[in-house]
């Protein structure tokens, strides 16, 4: 059974960095495609950032390409999100998801599996 579990949430002034992990356990993920949502008080979830396990291709959201990076590490069996010059529109409960496939999707439909997530908080 495919287990996702975040960390690396917090509190953080405008300007400053994050690092987010999602420790993925119970497959092999080289046939996965591995995504960040993120949630805002009282929104929708919303995509933010997807890698291809195998080969690395990433996609992020426009809002925050340029800011966020997204990368795996295939020993640790673990996803990345960096996040860089935060506002504090980004703040948001931050989830980790997998889907099976290669192909990178935004919709939270089309993932299997989800983290328990993480909350990010980003003050002015």
């Known amino acids: 059974q495919v287990q996702l579990v975040e960390s690396g949430g917090g509190l953080v002034q405008a300007g400053g960095s994050l690092r987010l992990s999602c420790a993925a356990s119970g497959r092999t993920f080289n046939s996965y495609v591995m995504g960040w949502f993120r949630q805002p008080p009282g929104k929708e979830r919303e995509f933010v950032a997807a890698i291809r396990w195998g080969g690395g291709s990433t996609y992020y959201a426009d809002s925050v390409k340029g800011r966020f990076t997204i990368s795996r590490d295939n020993a640790k069996n673990t996803v990345y999100l960096q996040m860089n010059s935060l506002k504090p529109e980004d703040t948001a409960v931050y989830y980790c998801?997998?889907?099976?496939?290669?192909?990178?999707?935004?919709?939270?439909?089309?993932?299997?599996?989800w983290g328990q997530g993480t909350q990010v908080t980003v003050s002015s």
């Open positions: 998801a997998a889907r099976t496939g290669l192909v990178i999707i935004t919709t939270t439909n089309d993932y299997n599996y």
